[in-house]
Every structure is written in C-alpha cells, then in structure tokens.
C-alpha cells in the first residue's frame, strides 16, 4: 500500500490529468473539485475520502446509475478510486454556496425540513444523519452543504426512481419518496444556500 503522501499523487495526476480511459476529473468538478453549479456537477472537495471511493465502486457495479460516471469508475482500479478519493478529501471545500437566488419562503420550508423533519409525511430531519450544518458523517452520510441544489434534486429522483440503490438499509430511498417536488427543491436549495463543510474523513 502506498503512504498517504503518494496515494495523494497519483489521485492528483487522475484528478488534474487523466489517465488510460479516464478523463481529468477536473474537467467537469474544477481545478480544485468545487463542482459545477449550472450543471449540477457536484462538489468533492472535502468530502469523505472512502464515502467517495464507494460512489465510484457503486456506478462501477450499477448500484448507482449513471451514464456519464459509470464509463470512468470501471475504467478505475480499486487502488485508483482510492488515490482519487483521497486526493479531492484532502482539497478544502470552496468558501462560496453555489446557491443562486432563491425566494424566502422556499429557504424557510426548507430549512424547517433539514432540521425538524415533517413527521406528518415521516419525514425525518436530514440534519440528523447528515450532520447539524449538512456537513457529513463518517462514511455514510455525505457531506451536503454548499452541494448544487440541481445535484441534489438529481439524487433525489434517483432513489425516487430506484436508479440509485446503494443507501444504507434503503433509508435516503424511503425518505425521498415521501418528499413532494415543492419539498425537494426547497431543502435542497436550502442546503445549496449553505457554506461548504469538510466531511469528517474519519469512520
């Protein structure tokens, strides 16, 4: 196994270069994997490095579907996921929300549904898995502040959908399904509005 030092070498090469079969990271996350907001490209800059070494083996294997990713995850080793992995948690997050102009009313909807829930339509507060500020917890909730909204609202559909099948026990699946458009796209902005937090990178 390589030290932690090298493994951030080699993911920085894929990140910023490519390799056999992959294209740069950079060209959809940015230069120093802030994502991209108009087009819902998520950030990864600070998030959990084996929480993201799990999303690339998941599009890799189908258990979360996605046509654009899937190509380059199994184009990746496992050694390869990891060193990317720990290349972008290593990077701080950018200091700006994504989040563009959203009415008052929305944000407050949504930031009632990240902190207390709506136990009317069971559902629970997101803060409770994901973090008091959205910013992650060990590797199985991810860090969501200052994530694009677009992004978010995207996952949502997909564990709406069932093209996204690799939550814990199905949780993220059961609780998206209960949400309603209005709900979805008011939390997700309100997370969207949020500065970025680093993951705890520790399990």
Excluded at 67 to 82: D, K, N, T, V
Excluded at 173 to 202: G, M
């Amino acid at each position: 196994m390589p030290t932690i030092g090298a493994a951030n070498e080699a993911g920085k090469k894929l990140a910023q270069q490519g390799g056999e079969g992959v294209q740069a990271c950079s060209s959809c996350h940015g230069a120093q994997g802030g994502g991209n907001a108009a087009a819902g490209w998520p950030r990864l800059a600070g998030l959990n490095a084996d929480y993201m070494a799990q999303q690339l083996t998941a599009m890799a294997n189908g258990t979360r579907s996605n046509p654009i990713m899937a190509p380059i995850a199994s184009a990746l080793s496992e050694q390869q996921r990891g060193d990317v992995a720990e290349y972008f948690a290593s990077l701080k997050p950018p200091t700006m929300a994504p989040g563009g102009e959203v009415d008052q009313k929305t944000l407050h909807r949504g930031e009632t549904l990240a902190q207390r829930g709506d136990w009317q339509q069971g559902i629970p507060a997101c803060t409770s898995c994901h973090g008091l500020q959205g910013q992650g917890v060990g590797v199985a909730f991810p860090s969501i502040a200052g994530q694009p909204a677009t992004y978010l609202q995207n996952q949502i559909k997909a564990w709406q959908s069932g093209s996204r099948h690799n939550d814990p026990n199905g949780l993220m699946a059961s609780v998206a399904k209960r949400l309603s458009d209005e709900d979805s796209q008011a939390v997700t902005a309100w997370f969207a509005s949020l500065p970025a937090q680093p993951s705890n990178n520790v399990q």
